[in-house]
């Protein structure tokens, strides 16, 4: 009898054990993942209404995700960027069907990650869509433009409902707004129905980079007063360095690593300062070109641990016309001559002990 007791507890034992290894085998993946769930809010009908999961490949193997699938039609999901090296960002991104569907909708979206292990991460999305606004375009997007430019969208807002509906007032949700003018006319009114042109500028003092704003109609609808619109689009820089991203890798204490930054502009420009950290040195030279080479030498310290910190280039265009590279490393202390070799940065297969390449948990 206490023979199959013995068998009984070790059974018991390794099925805890198991079912503890598909836990983790299932949480490592959603680390990368910025956040689980998107609350579109309320939306206008056939409005660009768009969400992108950000991830970020915190290990040292390469990830690699092969698709996405939506549970319900009112979410088209895609994958941007599905081979992610350490330190590199994908996106799935979600896009709410405002054009086909009208009410409250949800849906869960499964991510399936092949590399370097099998895994799955479920994300949620949901929201309401208006059916009483319509944009036509669904969104404000400005395309490709060159840093510097002035680029102008128009945007007709249609209302069919009370007569008295109005919109109020235009705002920004984000310290972007700066970078926008934004000019509402109202073109038509009729019984219950109105029509309004929005007039979105962007500003020649918009920095490099890609757009992603919002701007909201500030309604006099008691239920339902706010409406957002999106802004897209991707301001090209005039100046701009490669790599953007330097990947060190293990430095030991005390050891130097060189490295030439190329910086480019489409017209001859002057570097005038590069702010960066004590453990790095810069060497350039001011003179006007459209092409420079910045020979940089980082030496390491004595404390060991995980690093980044940005190299900032700035010209004599102006503080927007300044581009940076971010530096990763990680410093380890000197192996003593008599111990074995120390274990390199561990894996995503060793995910139940959680060492992820930033040294997050």
């Given amino acids: 009898m206490s023979r199959c007791k013995s068998f009984a507890i070790v059974g018991t034992v390794l099925s805890a054990c198991l079912v503890s290894a598909v836990a983790d085998a299932q949480e490592w993946p959603k680390?990368?993942?910025?956040?689980?769930?998107?609350?579109?809010?309320?939306?206008?009908r056939g409005s660009d209404t768009v969400y992108k999961f950000e991830v970020t490949n915190k290990?040292?193997?390469?990830?690699?995700?092969?698709?996405?699938?939506?549970?319900?039609?009112?979410?088209?999901?895609?994958?941007?960027?599905?081979?992610i090296k350490t330190y590199e960002k994908a996106y799935i991104v979600a896009k709410f069907n405002t054009r086909t569907f009208t009410g409250y909708h949800s849906a869960t979206l499964t991510v399936t990650?092949?590399?370097?292990?099998?895994?799955?991460?479920?994300?949620?999305?949901?929201?309401?869509?208006?059916?009483?606004?319509?944009?036509?375009?669904?969104?404000?997007?400005?395309?490709?433009?060159?840093?510097?430019?002035?680029?102008?969208?128009?945007?007709?807002?249609?209302?069919?409902?009370?007569?008295?509906?109005?919109i109020k007032d235009v705002v920004a949700s984000n310290e972007s707004s700066?970078?926008?003018?934004?000019?509402?006319?109202?073109?038509?009114?009729?019984?219950?129905?109105?029509r309004y042109d929005l007039n979105v500028r962007l500003k020649d003092t918009a920095p490099a980079g890609y757009l992603k704003d919002q701007l909201t109609l500030v309604?006099?609808?008691?239920?339902?007063?706010?409406?957002?619109?999106?802004?897209?689009?991707?301001?090209?820089?005039?100046?701009?360095?490669?790599?953007?991203?330097?990947?060190?890798?293990?430095?030991?204490?005390?050891?130097?690593?060189?490295?030439?930054?190329?910086v480019r502009g489409k017209t001859p420009f002057q570097i005038t300062k590069i702010d960066c950290d004590d453990s790095f040195q810069c060497e350039y030279d001011q003179e006007p070109?459209?092409?420079?080479?910045?020979?940089?030498?980082?030496?390491?310290?004595d404390r060991d641990g995980r690093l980044k910190k940005q190299i900032v280039i700035h010209t004599d265009r102006g503080e927007t016309f300044s581009t940076a590279c971010t530096a990763y490393a990680n410093i380890v202390a000197p192996a003593p001559v008599e111990d074995a070799p120390a274990e390199s940065t561990s894996t995503a297969s060793s995910e139940s002990s959680t060492n992820l390449a930033d040294g997050s948990r």
């Fill in 31 to 44: 680390k990368m993942f910025e956040t689980l769930d998107h609350d579109f809010g309320t939306v206008a």
């Fill in 59 to 83: 290990f040292v193997e390469d990830i690699r995700i092969t698709g996405v699938r939506s549970s319900c039609g009112c979410t088209t999901p895609s994958v941007e960027n599905g081979e």
């Fill in 113 to 166: 990650i092949d590399k370097p292990y099998p895994a799955q991460v479920q994300l949620r999305v949901h929201g309401n869509i208006r059916g009483d606004v319509v944009f036509e375009p669904g969104g404000i997007n400005f395309g490709t433009v060159d840093q510097g430019e002035v680029q102008e969208k128009k945007v007709s807002v249609r209302y069919a409902g009370h007569s008295g509906w109005e």
């Fill in 178 to 194: 700066e970078y926008y003018e934004v000019e509402l006319q109202e073109s038509y009114r009729q019984g219950g129905q109105a």
């Fill in 219 to 262: 309604t006099n609808d008691g239920n339902n007063p706010r409406i957002p619109i999106d802004i897209e689009g991707r301001v090209m820089p005039e100046i701009s360095v490669m790599p953007e991203n330097w990947v060190l890798g293990d430095v030991t204490a005390g050891d130097e690593v060189s490295k030439k930054l190329i």
């Fill in 289 to 301: 070109r459209t092409t420079h080479v910045v020979a940089v030498t980082f030496k390491a310290g």
